[in-house]
């Protein structure tokens, strides 16, 4: 049997936690603002990302306080 293959990251959805991220830019591309850009993101919360979902997915809001996830 062939091995699974690992779902591509949900760019809606946050990889830490899978909820609903907000983001602007995944709703629309041609968005010019989103809740991150003014968003004080924990380090912690940003180093916990998987690989294969940085630059794909964002972290929500509650994830990006370094408290959730």
Do not use: H, K, Y
């Amino acid at each position: 049997m062939p091995p699974e293959r690992a779902q591509p990251p949900d760019p809606a959805r946050c990889p830490l936690c899978g909820a609903a991220n907000a983001c602007a830019m995944a709703a629309d591309p041609s968005a010019s603002r989103c809740w991150c850009f003014e968003a004080a993101i924990a380090p912690e919360a940003l180093e916990r990302v998987p690989a294969a979902a940085r630059g794909v997915a964002c972290i929500c809001p509650r994830c990006a306080t370094g408290r959730e996830g």
